[in-house]
């Protein structure tokens, strides 16, 4: 088993986030209410996301939202392709 850092890896939530914003712009709570999964890990999961350059937030939103980074796409299906197994 290959032992990556955990940050690396891509779990279920992040692909279900990933998916939710790949065309909208949601909040911590509209996605947490979607997937039905407390706000912590959602947070936990969007900052994971963020420090990979796969989304972005909307600071001038209140409250902030975040949306895919369409810049990324490259870069996501790469992400997607390493570590999906």
């Not at 706000?39 to 409250?63: A, G, M, V």
């Amino acid at each position: 088993m290959n032992h990556m850092d955990e940050r690396n890896e891509i779990s279920q939530n992040d692909r279900q986030i990933l998916q939710l914003l790949l065309n909208q712009q949601l909040t911590i709570t509209e996605l947490s209410s979607l997937l039905n999964v407390h706000h912590s890990t959602i947070q936990y999961h969007l900052q994971k996301l963020e420090s990979l350059n796969l989304i972005i937030n909307i600071p001038k939103e209140q409250p902030i939202k975040y949306i895919f980074h369409q810049n990324r796409r490259v870069a996501f299906t790469e992400f997607l392709e390493k570590y999906s197994n």
